[in-house]
């Protein structure tokens, strides 16, 4: 059977959209733990940052992943942070072929703030405050993927087709080649 696919990447990358095709394309279950979190706490992530803080929606987020550990048939999307932890980034190991949806910085920070929704960018300086979280992460996405895939230049469906080649190759052959 196809191997899930985990899609990480910066807030704006377009995971939930790419992640959406890639399931019509394979049959799997398509599944966002942004989504998980918002039914798991039943409110929105801003209510959640804003109420409880980013701690606590981190554990929500920890949990959704760990019990996704073992369930098959899925493309995954994941927040932007869900990298951030070690426990977090094994679990996204053991659930599938980790793929990053990168992106220009310049074309993400455009992207991520469409939604007015992302509470790490409701700040008073949200440009400053997306480089530094871009420069701080971008060595995890690196260290955690299997896969990088550039989006920069494709509409969301020729994303999803490249991840699913990407993904296909790296399951048939492995990292090394
Ligand atoms: C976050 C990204 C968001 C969401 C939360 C935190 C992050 O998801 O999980 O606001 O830390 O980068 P998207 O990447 O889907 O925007």
Not at 28 to 51: N, Q, W, Y
Request: hydrophobic share 45%; charged share 25%.
């Amino acid at each position: 059977m196809l191997p899930n696919i985990v899609l990480v990447g910066f807030m704006g990358c377009g995971k939930s959209s790419v992640g959406r095709r890639l399931a019509a394309m394979t049959g799997h279950r398509f599944v966002d733990t942004d989504e998980l979190v918002t039914h798991a706490a039943g409110k929105s992530i801003p209510e959640i940052f804003a109420e409880s803080g980013e701690e606590a929606f981190r554990r929500i987020e920890s949990t959704a992943l760990e019990d996704l550990v073992g369930v098959a048939g899925i493309i995954l999307s994941t927040g932007g942070g869900a990298i951030l932890s070690e426990p977090n980034r094994a679990a996204l190991h053991k659930i599938g072929i980790v793929a990053w949806l990168d992106a220009d910085p310049d074309i993400l920070f455009e992207r991520a703030m469409r939604s007015g929704k992302r509470p790490l960018l409701q700040t008073a300086t949200p440009r400053g405050d997306f480089d530094l979280l871009l420069t701080a992460r971008r060595p995890i996405y690196t260290e955690t993927a299997d896969v990088r895939i550039d989006s920069s230049h494709f509409d969301h469906d020729e994303a999803a087709h490249a991840v699913f080649d990407a993904a296909l190759r790296f399951h048939h052959r492995g990292p090394a080649h």
